[in-house]
């Protein structure tokens, strides 16, 4: 059983920076992948962004650019810069075991003021 731990979450302006950091429990060995997800008021979750175990990067096309994904050992980090309201929503860790079973964190609020 994989534990996930989110932090960093809370209210920016418009244009401002926040990062999100999840740490995850258990050996390090067993990620296949790790990342972000988000779910909107009224939308479906949605990818953010992902890193695998080989170093694959990738982005959804609304944040390439603003947004930077990293993790060190069993810590992904998410790095949000030049936020904009459209990125309001409930920022999800998850965690993919390389025995195929998928984790999620709590959830973490981003908001963003215009």
Sequence with gaps: QVQLVESGGGLVQAGG??????????????????????????????????????????YADSVKGRFTISRNSGTVYLQMSNLKPEDTAVYYCYYNHVNGGTYWGQGTQVTVSS
């Design 17 to 58: 920076s926040l990062k999100l950091s999840c740490a995850a429990s258990g050996s390090i060995f067993t990620i296949s992948a790790m990342g972000w997800y988000r779910q909107a008021p009224g939308k479906q979750r949605e990818l953010v962004a992902v890193t695998t175990r080989s170093g694959t990067i990738k």
